[in-house]
């Protein structure tokens, strides 16, 4: 007959069947026990005597990555895999014989698992669940276990199988990224506060006591951020990036790592070993796609190797340390222009001084204190004398630059606490808080002085200049108007008087 011959199902090819698809597991956790559960109900299937299934095991099992615990009825240990020996730190010959419950972080919950999922009359259905365990030197570490019976149909015996993970790293890039989210979403942290909780963070995760957050131009690395245990960096700090682990992160253009695996291959190639460092990880810095610098950890001790997930972890710090410094940019940037409309608001563009909406904002705030704390308060109107006969004579770029030195002259000769501003033309407003009238005329007297003996140069002339004042001093209890009224009628008095004086209100 033609045709394509039938492969013939045995329990042997079932079994080979089922361990292959666990072998392609990657699908997912629910795939993983869907598998375990053929491999154990195929094992069953053989009908073979214990010791030689024990053998066909053995092989099977015996270059899987994971760790393979088979215990026989009682939880006694009667066979183990090369990645168990590596996993546990054990020889075969201490696991084989030894209880399961030895290797068992808690014996509570080898307890625990006794009662309810290994004993005689449990299902034979496996589970996978979270797991700690404890390695032949003490070390405690976290495992994914898919675990369960497998029944010898002909004896009734079970043993039972326990295929375990190791995921500690993977949980604790887990809880990195977790932490990470939670430092970037704080709101009550500023831009530097929150790279240095990333910092800190990176520290803790890699078990390295020095991180750092640098920013490169040309070939020059300089430290922005940094936390050192040791002391041996600080912020500000400028290194050629070639004495640094740095320049291989930029060489290679992605996260890159200095552990056993490379480790005096990498030192061999610095010119300058100042650290002492031994054990480096480190990714580019992004900012709006541009290179930034490298963020890094780093330490003088030997440490383990970094995994694919390390890499993938410390290049997550990065990106979100680029955002933060990218966000920090754009916000100084805006508080930049903000600052920039508020001065264009609020200063003169000639003098330089406050212009008639800040003096007005201010002489509010003024009044207000004065009011409340029973405070005197004088306002005075300047006015530079023949002002009009200055332009006339000499053009407009001779009288602002009379206005500019006035300006400067007023702000020179006034405390800090003063305020003076240009109300108008070439008219000036002087707010003088906690000043009495007679204290006031004083300080009017010192000024007009000082203008009337210190000329304005133009073309080799020294042009003398003078100007009036009217001061008028307040109790607080009235508004901003009407001191000002008074201010200017004191003033016209003055310039109705000869000019070159102060007049009091």
Known sequence: ???????????????????????????????????????????????????????????????????????DEHRRVILVNRGALELFGFDEAELIGRSAGDIYADPAVFAEEERTGFHIDASRQHTSYLCQYRRRDGSVFDAETIAGPMRDPASGRVMHLNIIRDVTARLSAEKALHSLHTIASDQTLDFAQRRRAILELGCAHFGLPTGVI???????????????????????DVFPVA??????????????????TNRERMRAQLSDRRFGTRTYVGSPILVAGELYGTLNF???????????????????????????????????????????????????????LGNRRLLMTQLDHEIERGRRYDAPLSVALLDLDHFKQLNDM?????????????????????????LIGRWGGEEFLLLLPDTCAADAVTTLNRLLTKIRDTPVSHEDEAIRLSASAGVAESDCQESAEAIIHRADSALYRAKAAGRDRVEQS
């Open 1 to 71: 007959m033609g045709g394509r011959s039938r492969a013939i199902k045995t329990p042997l090819s079932d079994f080979t069947e089922a361990f292959g698809a666990y072998r392609d597991r990657r699908r997912g956790k629910t795939k993983t026990v869907t598998n375990a559960n053929r491999i154990a109900d195929s094992i069953q299937a053989l009908s073979l005597p214990q010791a030689s299934l024990q053998t066909v095991l053995s092989h099977v099992f015996a270059d899987i990555d994971e760790a393979v615990v088979v215990s």
């Open 214 to 236: 640098g920013r490169i131009e040309d070939n020059a690395y300089e430290v922005v951020d940094v936390i050192d245990t040791q002391a041996n960096i600080q912020v500000g």
């Open 243 to 260: 004495d640094t682990f740095c320049w291989h992160v930029l060489a290679k253009g992605r996260p890159f790592g200095v552990d056993g």
């Open 298 to 352: 780093s330490g003088p001790e030997d440490a383990g190797l970094f995994s694919q997930a390390d890499m993938d972890l410390v290049g997550m710090f990065a990106q979100w340390v680029g955002q933060e410094i990218r966000m920090e940019r754009s916000m100084t940037a805006l508080t930049e222009a903000h600052e920039q409309l508020s001065r264009v608001a609020t200063i003169d563009e000639l003098t330089g």
């Open 394 to 418: 000499h053009g407009h770029a001779v009288g602002d630059a009379a206005l500019r030195h006035f300006a400067q002259l007023a702000e020179d000769s006034l405390r800090g606490s003063d």
